[in-house]
């Protein structure tokens, strides 16, 4: 098991940074097999905020017209769907990766669906087989069948300008190197609090001043930029 603990100080915000580079952890691949890793925790990471913008829309929820349905059926249990998952959230699985020209059963589903109802990196699976917002529940259901009847919605995004001011964000993080995001797993007294209530915990940012890409990308961009526009996802 993989973590990354330190304290609050402002002192000690570098340490963090640092640890969670050198930590391996899991974004677990294709679920061909059991995640035996635990993901980074980086805790008290700084960044102070100053303003911020309105937020455009939440994250959608279950039941939201932006879900759709998809069915996928690969050869058989040990096969391969054709994606990378994020399993880090408690309550959705999110496809953090799409295989291509390797004629997968993602890759096939999406060249004959209608284009709203594709797969697209970002997308969250909030149901696997009738089995809803439970991550661990749906992952085991996608490791153990061959057919997925599967129900998805797509993240709607929101905007935060700031600047940082030289004081603790109050985030905890977590996340692991496949992926795209990083995930708020708690929001703690903070810049962050203060002065963006709309963010709430299970919140994703996915972007940072434009730039996307691994944990490791946007967590170098908080770092590097003194005002940072925050996407969330």
């Not at 097999?33 to 700084?46: C, D, I, L, M, R």
């Amino acid at each position: 098991m993989f973590t990354c603990c330190c304290s609050d100080e402002n002192a000690n915000d570098e340490a963090v940074f640092v640890k969670a580079l050198a930590t391996d952890a899991v974004v677990l691949p294709e679920l061909a097999t059991p995640n035996t890793e635990a993901p980074v925790a980086a805790k008290g990471f700084t960044s102070g905020l100053k303003k911020e913008a309105e937020p455009e829309k939440n994250v959608t929820k279950a039941g939201s017209p932006l879900a759709f349905k998809a069915t996928l059926k690969k050869a058989g249990v040990e096969a391969a769907l054709g994606w990378s998952l994020d399993v880090l959230d408690p309550r959705h699985l999110v496809v953090c990766r799409i295989i291509t020209g390797q004629k997968t059963p993602l890759e096939e589903y999406n060249n004959t669906a209608p284009e709203a109802e594709q797969i697209r990196e970002g997308d969250y699976i909030i149901g696997v087989n009738g089995m809803f917002e439970k991550s661990d529940k749906m992952s085991e259901v996608l490791r153990s069948s061959d057919t997925f009847d599967l129900t998805l919605c797509r993240p709607e995004h929101f905007e935060a300008k700031v600047t940082k001011n030289g004081s603790s964000l109050g985030l905890d993080l977590k996340y692991g190197p496949g992926g795209s995001s990083l995930l708020l797993e708690g929001i703690r007294d903070g810049a962050l609090k203060t002065c963006a209530p709309q963010v709430k915990v299970g919140d994703r940012i996915v972007g940072v001043n434009g730039v996307t890409g691994t944990p490791y990308v946007l967590m170098q961009a908080i770092q590097d930029s003194p005002v940072l526009n925050l996407k969330f996802a």
